[in-house]
DNA sequence: CTAAATGCAAAGCATTTGCAAATAT
DNA sequence: ATATTTGCAAATGCTTTGCATTTAG
């Protein structure tokens, strides 16, 4: 399962060279923010526009095909949605690394302690890294 | 434990009447965003400057006396510093809510199975709160 | 063929900066 | 008395918009 093609159309967005570019960085990179998913496609498509980065970003978000990590001291990052995880940034070098959490049991707790019907949660952990550690 | 002139004086900075009543205003609402902490501010002084504002938020918040709170699909927040707590917001009325988890044993969990040394962790649960609820 | 997407330039917000005057300590 | 803070205006940065042209389906 490598066609972005298809995604994109399951997704009501016109396969695009501009998008499948995009899809194909994202992919490789796991997380990515806008300067440097701009950099990337800009190899690719000299005369790539921002503009169209974003429209791009929205668009595909919008459609939820895409979905926007806020990183604590940092730059938003955007992925491909897939199933739920968390997240782990390392401090030092700014990695980003998806990670498996048992989050239901404290989804559980919470929504009856607090009478809340709990839909999504994120929950981003920073830190260091194996290879950053000294 | 209500003097907020002394507990800017710990952060090394000055209490100006600005600064007592960022504090105050945030005291009161819990967390709130710059464009709402601007136009309470103003209330009290007509002609403070929204550079004032940020000037303040981003002092206080670097010398570790509001910490910021980014909010999925909205603006960020800013709290006084506290103990460890995470937050649950409602979608519907927008309401932010401090809730006491147990993210402890996760975050033992994670450091052992990927190597990472956890530092902080941010967690925010998005969801319908019970006045919301229909 | 038609609706949607692209690229460009301009517009719109958000945030920061520089500096003279005012203020906290 | 001095270093910090304030308020203003200008500058910078980030994101969106409008529109003519191009392109996917």
Redesign the pocket.
Known sequence: MNNF?DT??AH????????LTIMHIINGYGHIN??KLYEEVKKK?T??????I??????MTQNLLLSEVKIPNG??VYEIVKEDHSHMVCTKCKNIVDIKVDTASIVDEVSSSYNFQVDTSELVLSGVCEKCHS
Chains 1, 2 share one sequence.
């Open positions: 093609t994109l159309r009501q967005l016109k396969a695009t060279p501009q998008r806008i300067d498509f005369s790539v526009s921002l503009a169209t974003y429209k791009n970003i929205n668009a730059k938003s």
